[in-house]
């Protein structure tokens, strides 16, 4: 409906920073370049805005491996671009375009910083393509290239610890927030919990008549701007 209407808005995903999409498929992206075996890593960077391959994709990856003719993913997935059997037309595209970036990016990443090689990724893959608009997720990045940087500058910033350092953030559920949002007026959507203690000048509660979440209806809420405790505030419901 936001999007009908032409109106502004940022999402608030309430998961902690390190725990947001972007930042997972960048951690995903960096484990994928310290070590080419790590299947996981790899398969999340397929399936990420990096490569955007299919799930029918993945099993075609998967029979190469089935079939003995690769050890990992990844020698999976440079097999199939030299014979693209058994993939579909936009699969074949992705791994021609991707491969050889990867391929690239692994070499660099021997002798390059990481905030750089992490950069030239985003630039040289559809990654940013997959987020038109979302100023929330292209500012989580810019924040994540300077957590990278400020660990580089403090002598911590190799691809072993700089990937050791998100998988650890990650892993313990920091409780790290997202990138300020410049002022741009835009509507903040967030959990109750997420905007305790903020104070927006208005709020609105949305579908709060919806239902019990049982089945069945929910009571009609009337909040008036004369009631004792909500007076002086705007409301909107």
């Known amino acids: 409906a936001l999007h009908l209407y032409d109106l502004p808005y940022t999402l608030s995903s309430g998961r902690g920073f390190f725990n947001n999409q972007e930042v997972i498929d960048c951690l995903n992206l960096l484990s994928f370049l310290l070590d080419a075996h790590d299947d996981l890593s790899f398969v999340g960077v397929l399936r990420s805005p990096f490569v955007g391959f299919s799930d029918a994709g993945l099993l075609a990856l998967r029979n190469e491996?089935?079939?003995?003719?690769?050890?990992?993913?990844?020698?999976?997935?440079?097999?199939?671009?030299?014979?693209?059997?058994?993939?579909?037309?936009?699969?074949?595209?992705?791994?021609?375009?991707?491969?050889?970036?990867?391929?690239?990016?692994?070499?660099?990443?021997?002798?390059?910083?990481?905030s750089v090689i992490l950069e030239e990724a985003i630039r040289q893959t559809p990654f940013l393509a997959a987020y038109?608009?979302?100023?929330?997720?292209?500012?989580?990045?810019?924040?994540?290239?300077?957590?990278?940087?400020?660990?580089?500058?403090?002598?911590?910033?190799?691809?072993?610890?700089?990937?050791?350092?998100?998988?650890?953030?990650?892993?313990?559920?920091?409780?790290?927030?997202?990138?300020?949002?410049?002022?741009?007026?835009?509507i903040e959507i967030m959990t109750i919990h997420g905007s305790k203690g903020l104070e927006f000048p208005m709020v609105v509660l949305f579908d709060m008549n919806s239902g019990n979440g049982n089945g069945g209806h929910g009571k009609n809420v009337q909040l008036s701007p004369s009631d004792a405790f909500f007076n002086g505030l705007p409301l909107l419901a």
């Open 65 to 114: 491996i089935d079939e003995f003719r690769a050890k990992t993913f990844w020698e999976a997935a440079q097999n199939l671009v030299q014979n693209p059997h058994n993939l579909l037309p936009p699969d074949i595209l992705a791994l021609k375009t991707a491969i050889p970036i990867l391929k690239k990016l692994r070499d660099e990443s021997k002798h390059t910083r990481v």
């Open 132 to 186: 038109p608009g979302q100023t929330q997720i292209q500012q989580n990045l810019f924040k994540l290239f300077d957590i990278i940087r400020d660990l580089e500058q403090e002598g911590q910033g190799n691809l072993f610890e700089i990937t050791h350092f998100l998988q650890i953030q990650m892993e313990q559920q920091s409780n790290e927030k997202d990138a300020e949002l410049p002022e741009t007026g835009s």
